[in-house]
């Protein structure tokens, strides 16, 4: 429960550092825009021949009397455009990043450095990162591709397809929607699509946390659009704690406190016994003669003294 609400709070925390860093928004606005235009276009092509498709792929129902005709290519055209509408909360996040590839490197960069002071770098061109980040996105797609088929398959299961398999849809998407997301701070510490999975397969509440809220809300309109940057930056918060960084860097500033002397530059006081060295001794009193005094003129012999 405590990574699930964890993941909710990067999401949160990336929204907030967007909207302090107002010109970060400002620029990542646009791929969003771009995406959304794009596949507003196939969602309405998709919404004016879900029927016909279905139509096609059923000729054996052609025969059946009304009702049933159209009750049941009519709940065929229903999944299909769920089913698309599942594949475009998936594939908007991989082809937005890919047409702003640049800027939510650059934003992810910055969000290292403004809580790390330093951003790993992964040394490649603009051209490999692309293909990298293509080819993992298409083999993410596959997977999704393959766990849609089946929950829509499974849809079909009176009372449990439509309670139980929708929530798993969302999780399914979560989780990869989060894929995708981290990806941006992952590629650049060089870790491969493999290792990324393992890494989240480690933290599946984290990541659920993180994902099932944002595939919620990449269901209304726009709202995608404006959410991306936020998603970028939160995901690059929860990939330092995922890989520990945070801890790391807090560690290492602790063991420099105590190697420094204090911040105005004196130098360090050291109490008598520290570092294992016995502190001195004064003389003992009864070691050495009375000192001369007005009752004493001359020096007297202590008789304690061995």
């Known amino acids: 429960m405590r990574d699930l609400a964890g993941g909710f709070g990067h999401l949160l925390a990336g929204q907030r550092w967007v909207f302090r860093h107002g010109r970060w ?6 791929p969003g825009l771009l995406a959304l235009v794009l596949y507003a276009g196939a969602l309405i092509g998709l919404g004016y021949g879900a029927d016909d498709l279905t139509a096609w792929a059923t000729p054996f129902a052609d025969d059946w009397s009304a009702p049933w005709l159209g009750l049941f290519r009519g709940f065929l055209t229903a999944l299909v455009f769920c089913l698309g509408l599942f594949v475009a909360v998936i594939t908007f996040t991989a082809v937005t990043l890919l047409i702003g ?9 910055q969000v290292d450095r403004s809580v790390g002071g330093e951003a790993p770098e992964s040394g490649l061109s603009l051209a490999r990162e692309l293909w990298i980040s293509a080819r993992d996105s298409v083999k993410v797609l596959v997977r999704v591709l393959l766990y849609g088929v089946l929950l829509f398959a499974l849809g079909f299961i009176p009372v449990v ?3 139980v398999i929708p929530a798993i849809g969302f ?20 870790v ?10 480690g933290r599946r509440a984290m990541v659920l ?6 595939v919620l809300a990449f269901l209304v309109p726009l709202v995608a659009v404006f959410l991306m940057p936020g998603a970028v930056a939160g995901a690059t918060l929860m990939v330092r704690e995922l890989r520990g960084e945070d801890e790391e860097r807090a560690d290492g500033d602790g063991d420099g406190d105590r190697a420094e002397g204090p911040a105005d530059g004196t130098a360090r006081q050291e109490w008598p016994g520290q570092h294992g060295h016995p502190a001195p001794q004064q003389p003992a009193p009864y070691t ?11 020096p007297q012999q202590n008789p304690y003294a061995q």
């Open 25 to 30: 928004l400002g620029f990542g606005l646009l």
């Open 101 to 109: 590839q640049p800027f939510y490197e650059s934003l992810s960069e």
């Open 161 to 163: 397809g439509q309670t």
């Open 171 to 190: 999780c399914v998407s979560g989780y990869f929607l989060t894929e995708e997301l981290t990806a941006v701070a992952l590629q650049r510490r060089e």
């Open 192 to 201: 491969e699509l493999k290792d990324r999975l393992a890494l989240l397969r």
């Open 209 to 214: 946390g993180f994902g099932v809220p944002l």
């Open 288 to 298: 050495g003669p009375y000192a001369a005094g007005p009752r004493h003129p001359a």
